[in-house]
């Protein structure tokens, strides 16, 4: 019954900016931490960001500091990534996750997205 659906991918050149949308429902949206990853081929799943109940904490992996920007809307049950800077080095598939606590690894996360593929070219 839980969903997370990813939506904002594309191709785009190094130095654009895209926003990740990532719409839930089936669960009580405030309740969950939620959080971005990212899995290149032949890479393992890495975290990227996330943000606390009511948006009021935000913690970013070192590559993105800066440069990327979570965000949340519970009235809309939705959590963004806004992704400006891009590098050729961003290009993976991104997944948005949730779960119960303030974690930065996957096997904490209880419900995934399907993903969405963002491609930097230089």
């Known amino acids: 019954q839980v969903q997370l659906v990813e939506s904002g991918g594309g191709l785009v050149q190094a130095g654009a900016s895209l926003r990740l949308s990532c719409a839930a429902s089936?669960?009580?949206?405030?309740?969950?931490?939620m959080g971005w990853f990212r899995q290149a081929p032949g890479k393992e799943r890495e975290f990227v960001a996330h943000i606390s109940y009511s948006g009021s904490n935000t913690y970013y992996a070192n590559s993105v500091k800066g440069r990327f920007t979570i965000s949340r809307d519970n009235a809309k049950n939705t959590v963004y990534l806004q992704m400006n800077s891009l590098k050729p080095e961003d290009t993976a598939a991104y997944y948005c996750?949730?779960?119960?606590?303030?974690?930065?690894?996957?096997?904490?996360?209880?419900?995934w997205g399907q993903g969405t593929q963002v491609t930097v070219s230089s």
């Open positions: 996750a949730a779960a119960r606590t303030a974690v930065v690894t996957e096997a904490r996360y209880s419900y």
């Open positions: 089936g669960l009580t949206f405030s309740q969950y931490y």
